[in-house]
């Protein structure tokens, strides 16, 4: 077990995960994100009834009231799963890009940085994120309706999403192993779900947006009536 | 289904489940079967789910769950008890009513996937028998009740006899080429529900519309092969529906109030045609009713009595946003108008759409109690009166009526017009006394 920590510590894995292995995620989750968006255009032009109906207007008219909380119905029949959800994903997006740790990485590497937000408040955040995937596995576990249709699959994309959280929570506050080997499994468990968003459900962050385009196109220009 | 079902090989199976799956869909299944996320979000949308009580494998995504992911993970290898479970599940157990992909975050259109199905079970023939015998009856007649065209015009010259006992010089124009619409009555008006086709003849008349009927085929505008998932035959159907129209030279078609044949015209019929809309202006009696009274060409001079509430069908509704025609009509006719929760787009399906109704007997008792919330969120408005502009609906709601014991009745919108539209001097038989 110890060889295994001294491994994962020692400078050379670290430099490894430090450089190509984060060339490699982000080229796969470009490059995989971008064959998903081709391939999906190309499937959707042989269903032969998507491209004909698409409409701009309502795709966003769609989009826009399923971004915003509590904007559609279904939203404000559940007041709590819409908090939760939209909490978990806004705080999954924004913690990483603001971090302050983050930046430093892309201004040493780029010399290119966004806006940053304090350290404490990127604490809430994370914790936010990993007590929402906490009600996620909860409810996966026990509300029927979602037990009923939850596979292995499930809990490994939501494993995926949580893990660079909880390391980097860990990491930062340097709990349960030395702060080096709980960095090191941060950037490993960051690029695991880099690397996966494309092939795995979790690229539903890609697909959002054109599922509600079509739908909201197909019930506003074609059908005249609201999708939300 | 039973009968069928020991006859398929697993090879059929198979070979059937992948030429759907991989030849016949693509971007729209995979996608969305890439997409969901497992969330059960949408399992309050289904009143299944409601009915029963909150049974999980009720809710959208279960149903998606125990049919196409089914064959999916199980690579095609399913056995024949799988395939007549995908039957009841997609044929029975979900109305194609598309209220789930309102309540889907990602808008997945999961009414869509039980159409993919309906196809795979259509193909293999293990339909429920009562819908299948309805689609032979479109390969056979061309309509869906084995109404053969020899009886359809006999139907139609009585009709018109009769008619004139109402109006005066009343027509049912045969053939009139270069009308304005052409009315295409559900099969059932030609066989037992003429009363229909008698009030509609009457509207005509009275709002003195240019219309006329096919006394060919091509008449009938219902759809069966639809919901079995035979495309093929839906869409000889629908082809020789606008044939009709196109050889008589009218400028607009109109179903009857029926909701399914102006989903198969406007919606499935003309896409697999290939047609973007349908190339002749396609109306519903909702639309078209609520025009003559709008525009004047119908002047209602009596209401009717005592609380009315209204049902939503999916077809118009939430597939063509008619509510607030439905209901501008039923205020101009009735007295006290009551509204329906959920309304609009909203409404609960009446639980015998896309076919559920054409089952028969073997499957009554689904729609009983998967209607139970039907007949709960109207009854809750008090009203006495449902008016209903779909045959589905019309019919279901009726059963369902008698089975809960309500004290209520369903009644169409052409109906309600007969009894409340002014009939013009000139027109009436008897003068004075007619009009009571």
């Not at chain 2, 196809?119 to 293990?126: A, T």
């Amino acid at each position: 077990m110890n060889n295994i920590f001294e491994f994962l510590t020692s400078p050379a894995v670290y430099q490894f995960i430090r450089g190509p292995l984060v060339w490699v995620s982000f080229l796969t989750f470009i490059g995989g994100n971008s064959y998903k968006f081709l391939s999906m255009l190309s499937l959707a032009r042989k269903d032969k009834v998507v491209f004909p109906y698409i409409s701009l207007k309502y795709s966003l008219r769609s989009i826009l009231h399923w971004i915003v909380p509590f904007a559609s119905t279904n939203w404000r029949k559940r007041p709590g799963m819409t908090i939760i959800t939209f909490s978990f994903h806004i705080c999954l997006l924004a913690t990483p890009v603001f971090l302050i740790a983050h930046n430093a990485l892309l201004k040493e590497s780029w010399n290119f940085r966004f806006w940053t937000i304090p350290e404490t408040i990127a604490d809430i955040l994370t914790v936010v994120v990993i007590l929402c995937a906490f009600i996620f596995l909860i409810r996966r576990l026990v509300v029927p309706e979602v037990k009923f249709v939850t596979f292995g699959a499930d809990y490994i994309i939501l494993s995926l999403a949580v893990f660079p959280f909880i390391t980097g929570f860990l990491a930062y506050h340097q709990m349960l192993f030395n702060y080096e080997l709980m960095v090191t499994l941060h950037i490993v468990a960051g690029e695991i779900m880099l690397i996966a968003i494309p092939f795995t459900r979790l690229n539903h962050m890609l697909y959002f947006w054109f599922t509600r385009a079509y739908t909201g196109s197909e019930f506003g220009a074609v059908r005249h009536t609201r999708d939300y | 289904m039973d009968e069928t079902a020991k006859k398929l090989t697993p090879e059929q199976i198979e070979g059937v489940i992948r030429r759907v799956l991989e030849k016949e869909s693509a971007g729209r299944l995979k996608t969305y079967v890439e997409t969901c996320i497992h969330c059960g979000l949408c399992s309050e949308a289904c009143h299944y789910y409601l009915a029963y009580k909150r049974d999980p494998s009720y809710a959208p995504v279960a149903k998606v769950r125990q049919t196409l992911w089914d064959m999916i993970r199980r690579k095609y290898h399913v056995d024949a008890e799988s395939v007549k479970m995908y039957a009841r599940i997609a044929y029975a157990e979900c109305n194609i009513c598309k209220r789930c992909s309102m309540y889907c975050p990602f808008g997945i259109d999961m009414a869509y996937l039980m159409t993919v199905v309906r196809r795979i079970c259509g193909l293999l023939g293990v339909v429920p028998q009562y819908l299948q015998d309805q689609g032979n009856s479109h390969m056979y007649t061309y309509s869906q009740a084995w109404v053969a065209q020899d009886d359809w015009v006999d139907t139609v010259l009585w009709l018109e006899d009769e008619l004139r006992m109402d109006i005066r010089n009343g027509r049912i124009p045969f053939d009139k080429e270069g009308a304005e619409v052409m009315y295409s009555p559900h099969s059932l008006e030609a066989k037992f529900k003429t009363n229909l086709l008698a009030n509609i003849a009457k509207i005509m008349n009275v709002a003195d519309v240019d219309w006329t009927m096919p006394s060919c085929d091509g008449w009938d505008s219902t759809n069966q092969a639809m919901h079995i998932g035979d495309y093929e035959t839906m869409g000889m159907v629908e082809r020789m529906h606008f044939e009709a129209a196109m050889r008589l030279k009218v400028k607009k078609i109109m179903t009857s109030e029926c909701g399914h044949s102006f989903r198969a015209a406007v919606y499935d019929g003309s896409r697999w045609l290939g047609w973007r809309e349908p190339p002749i202006t396609y109306l519903q009696p909702t639309q078209f009713f609520y025009e003559l009274i709008r525009d004047g060409k119908l002047r209602i001079v009596r209401k009717i009595e005592g609380p009315v509430t209204v049902q939503d069908p999916c077809s118009i509704v939430r597939n063509r946003g008619m509510g607030e025609m439905l209901r501008y009509i039923v205020r101009a006719t009735c007295e006290e108008f009551r509204d329906v929760t959920p309304r609009l787009e909203h409404n609960y399906c009446c639980t015998a759409g896309s076919g559920v109704i054409n089952y028969g007997p073997p499957w009554k008792f689904i729609r009983m109690d998967g209607g139970r919330i039907k007949i709960r969120q109207l009854q809750a408005t008090g009203a006495k009166i449902v008016i209903a502009p779909c045959h589905s609906c019309h019919k279901t709601i009726e059963e369902l009526i008698h089975y809960y014991h309500a004290d209520m009745h369903v009644m169409f919108i052409s109906d309600l017009l007969v009894q409340t539209m002014e009939i013009p001097e000139a027109l009436r038989v008897d003068g004075e006394q007619q009009q009571k």
